[in-house]
């Protein structure tokens, strides 16, 4: 982890969003889903 990264911590999960990559997820929400066969993804939103 780099001096300006951002560590955003949610129950047991942790994301680590460098610096210079910060813009990519500004107005964006990380959302999980589950298909109807039980498999789940991570997909980011923009809000």
Do not use: A, P, R, S
């Not at 210079?20 to 939103?45: A, E, I, P, S």
């Amino acid at each position: 982890m780099l001096q300006n990264d951002q560590l955003f911590e949610f129950e047991e999960l942790q994301i680590l969003i460098h610096e210079k990559d910060n813009v990519y997820f500004d107005n964006t929400k990380l959302d999980y889903t589950k298909d109807v066969f039980g498999n789940g993804k991570f997909q980011l939103l923009k809000i």
